[in-house]
């Protein structure tokens, strides 16, 4: 049988066989600048920095040999192929200080992305699925930091470090590096700034936690047989348009001070304690928390209700959970949709199906008020609302790419999504909230949490409303 001819360069035609021994030949030229064109970058960055930023690195070194009298400093820590190196900095107090590690970078123990260079002690806890992380040089940018400096470093460190060993590239290296500038702007220096157990918007005690705990407290307080006798533990999460509103609504402002736990949703309230000189550990919102959740609540033999968004919505959301969590138990769905009249029958449903844990997606601040408003009807022992969150894990509504998130940018994915409705919000409503937190910076006595003060007094610019009870 002839070899069918595959047409190439030049109008040439080739056969199978001479196109696979010409692959065969390439592939290790490729494999070689795979491997080179990242260490050229490296070793070109580290170069031209250490040009550039020479002068400022002579007298760093000669402050340091001042103060010390010498001028480096080094701790020891496992890179590529588990070999230890010295990681430097310059020897005692000042800035500066960590500029002396793209010596590390020219010498190529370390590259510009990478994972995190882990200690002996952290190298031998490294699950075995994942020490493929020591396949490559670690980095002054790891994808884990990245996310840690925004405060969405929900995954685990050695998972996310092998993904990204598998899916490496120069160009994105090249993107983790810019990203890493921009985050940088938003959280740099966060190590330096205080992390109080509460924070203080406008009153309302928000919890500085992580998404861990606060996932393990939902499954914890959801397994405990007392929680459910006074109604369920009311958890709420609060994002820049929440505390417009809570500035604004006496009621929904009061159901906020009054929740067991409040928590801190998206990149404003991580500006806000920026300005306010505060370090938020996390951004704990329920869009990541749902999975965890979820995979939490199926090991620990919880169930969950989900109520809320439009018909359809809670179902396809709840059937997709189950698809890739199958021991979780999602004993009951109900869209959002229903009158004033129905209400009695849609709390004895939930009742019925014995649901430890309700999520109510009914938007801010109706699904707060709702839970607060239905306490003593309802024997759930959790409950808290999810905004959209069924629109996402349904799939009626894409969520903004990783990349995006990484830059705390997902509010203008969403503004791109929905502009007719989500403008107000972001676009007046983050600039709004940002100004009413330099307004409580100048008289913090005014606005007291309710422990310190009995109850929040109510803003000055508060317009006169009906309130919702």
């Known amino acids: 049988m002839r070899p069918v001819e595959i047409p190439g360069p030049l109008g040439r035609r080739y056969s199978p066989g001479l196109r696979l021994r010409v692959q065969r030949l390439l592939w290790p030229v490729a494999r070689l600048l795979a491997d080179l064109l990242p260490r050229l970058f490296d070793l070109t ?6 040009v550039l930023l020479s002068p400022l690195l002579a007298v760093r070194a000669l402050a340091s040999l001042a103060q010390t009298h010498r001028v480096l400093d080094c701790d020891e820590r496992i890179g590529r192929l588990r070999r230890r190196f010295r990681r430097l900095r310059f020897a005692g107090q000042g800035p500066l200080r960590g500029l002396a590690v793209w010596l590390n970078v020219l010498r190529g123990d370390m590259a510009v992305v990478g994972p995190r260079p882990l ?7 490294v699950p ?38 598998y899916g490496q590239s120069l160009t994105g290296d090249l993107g983790l590096a810019a990203r890493s500038v921009v985050t940088g702007v938003l959280g740099g220096g966060a190590a330096e700034r205080p992390a109080p ?91 990541d928390m749902f999975p965890l959740l979820c995979e939490a609540a199926s090991a620990a033999g919880r169930s969950l209700y989900l109520l809320g968004a439009r018909p359809g919505i809670a179902a396809a959301a709840a059937e997709n959970m189950q698809r890739r969590f199958p021991d979780l138990t999602i004993v009951g769905v109900r869209d959002g949709y229903f009158e004033a009249a129905d209400e009695p029958a849609v709390i004895d449903a939930i009742n019925a199906s014995g649901a430890d844990i309700l999520l ?61 409705r989500m403008w107000r919000r972001y676009v007046i409503g983050n600039p709004l909230f940002l100004f009413r937190v330099w307004r409580q910076m100048l008289a913090p006595e005014r606005f007291a949490l309710p422990a310190e003060a009995g109850a929040a007094p109510a803003p000055a610019d508060a317009p006169a409303r009906r309130e919702m009870s």
């Open 197 to 287: 157990a509460l924070l203080n918007f406008f009153g309302i005690p928000v919890v500085n936690t992580t998404m861990a705990e606060a996932v393990d407290w939902v499954v914890v307080a959801a397994c405990d047989p007392a929680e459910s006798a006074g109604g369920p533990r009311q958890m709420a999460f609060v994002n820049p348009d929440c505390l417009n509103i809570a500035w604004g609504r006496a009621a929904y402002r009061r159901v906020l001070q009054q929740a067991d736990r409040v928590l801190p949703d998206g990149i404003g309230i991580h500006i806000g304690c920026r300005m306010r000189g505060q370090m938020l550990r996390e951004n704990v919102n329920g869009t």
């Open 119 to 125: 200690t002996e002690g952290e190298a031998v806890a």
């Open 128 to 165: 075995v699925p994942d020490q493929v992380r020591f396949a490559t040089r670690p980095g002054l940018v790891s994808p884990f930091g990245l996310r840690s400096r925004i405060g969405i470093a929900h995954v685990d460190e050695s998972a996310l470090d092998r993904d990204f060993v």
């Open 45 to 50: 960055l580290a170069v031209l920095l250490l």
């Open 360 to 420: 109510v997606a009914f938007g801010a601040p109706r699904q707060d008020l709702w839970i607060a408003a239905n306490a003593e009807r309802l024997t759930v022992r959790v409950a808290f609302g999810v905004g959209g969150l069924f629109d996402f894990y349904s799939g009626r509504i894409p969520r903004a790419p990783v990349w995006l998130r990484e830059l705390g940018l997902e509010w203008a994915y969403r503004l791109l999504q929905e502009p007719g």
